[in-house]
């Protein structure tokens, strides 16, 4: 089955630790999102990248950090310099940039 | 930067009723996605619908982009259409889509 995945579901974070969420997808997809998204909240951009080794800022990159090495794989660090980590995160993937994206199932962050 | 506002924030309907949720956006665009998110949080992308209308059963979009809004509609309500449904916009040269906060629609059996 095509799809997106994200790993771990949970992921638990202590002071002044980076942590890395995955995000694989099988889609053959040129483009990659990292959104953030907290409680009753719409969702925020975190990185974006349209192509292999290529990757972009969105409104929220701060404190956290990406690299694109390969088509299928667009991991994402939170950094110790990310004061408020916790909240739900979203990797999508589109064919073309910005056109239909589709999302993984997420994962939650929280901090010990 | 362009604002996105929809509405109703919060509806509640009984199993079979219709629906409409409204997204307004403030200047022009050229991509407009409808999604709809479960409870279990996974997002499916419902529409893409930069301009005219779409049908996917019992679920429709109009855009009319000259007038800066976007309608849902969701006909025959089911329990599993719950959850919240978020419309994000996209400029022309813009790297980013940018959501609303959503509308957070419960049916109740």
């Known amino acids: 089955d095509g799809g997106i995945t994200q790993s771990p579901k949970y992921l638990f974070r202590k002071e002044g630790q980076n942590v890395t969420l995955s995000c694989e997808q099988n889609?053959?997809?040129?483009?990659m999102y990292w959104y953030r998204q907290d409680p009753g909240q719409g969702l925020r951009l975190i990185y974006y990248?349209?192509?292999?080794?290529?990757?972009q800022k969105g409104d929220i990159a701060e404190g956290y950090s990406v690299s694109r090495e390969k088509k299928e794989s667009f991991p994402l660090t939170v950094t110790s310099a990310q004061k408020n980590p916790t909240a739900f995160y979203l990797c999508?993937?589109?064919?073309?940039?910005?056109?239909?994206?589709?999302f993984g199932p997420g994962t939650r962050l929280l901090v010990l | 930067g362009i604002q996105v506002e929809q509405s109703p924030p919060d509806l509640i309907l009984q199993e079979g009723a219709n629906s409409t949720l409204r997204c307004n956006f403030s200047?022009?665009?050229?991509?407009l996605q409808w999604f709809h998110q479960n409870p279990w949080g996974q997002l499916i992308n419902l529409f893409y619908?930069?301009?005219g209308t779409k049908q996917n059963g019992r679920l429709s979009a109009t855009t009319v982009a000259t007038e800066r809004y976007s309608l849902l509609y969701i006909s025959s309500s089911q329990t599993t259409d719950s959850g919240v449904y978020f419309c994000?916009?996209?400029?022309?040269?813009?790297?980013?889509?940018?959501f609303g906060k959503g509308t957070k629609l419960t049916v109740n059996p």
């Open positions: 994000a916009v996209g400029q022309g040269g813009s790297e980013k889509l940018v």
């Open positions: 889609l053959n997809h040129d483009a």
């Open positions: 999508a993937s589109s064919m073309i940039f910005q056109e239909t994206q589709y």
């Open positions: 619908i930069p301009s």
């Open positions: 990248s349209q192509i292999v080794n290529d990757f």
């Open positions: 200047d022009s665009v050229n991509n």
